[in-house]
């Protein structure tokens, strides 16, 4: 069992940065696979990043890419994520999930999910 919870969410103007924090609790963290998603009213969540085991090996979605950056600590049992250049389209809920092998767009595929941090970018 891992428990998530996510924090470093606020308001930023566009052009600046957040850096959002995924901490886990429990056993198993550094054997799974660990991504953001972000979500807005009415429309699925959508995978932005994630980051292998190791941390060698990550994923960025098209709209993120160059900007935003991913990392974890298994010591800490962290996985952040670094959003600079911020967008006010990059204004959503964002959630941190864990999963057994490797990058999946597909929430279903996740085991566990924390409750969200939120983002909100002004133009």
């Known amino acids: 069992q891992v428990v998530l919870a996510e924090s470093g969410g606020g308001l930023v103007e566009a052009g600046g940065s957040l850096r959002l924090s995924c901490e886990a609790s429990?056993?198993?963290?550094?054997?799974?696979?660990i991504s953001w998603f972000r979500q807005t009213p009415g429309r699925e969540r959508e995978l932005v990043a994630g980051v292998n085991w190791s941390g060698e090996t990550t994923y960025y979605a098209d709209s993120v890419e160059g900007r935003f950056s991913i990392a974890r600590d298994n010591d800490k049992k962290t996985v952040d994520l670094q959003m600079n250049t911020l967008k006010p389209e990059d204004t959503a809920a964002y959630y941190c999930?864990?999963?057994?092998?490797?990058?999946?767009?597909?929430?279903?595929?996740?085991?566990?999910w924390g409750k969200g941090t939120h983002v909100t970018v002004s133009s």
């Open positions: 999930a864990a999963k057994n092998g490797g990058v999946d767009a597909r929430p279903a595929t996740y085991y566990y």
């Open positions: 429990g056993l198993g963290f550094n054997n799974y696979y």
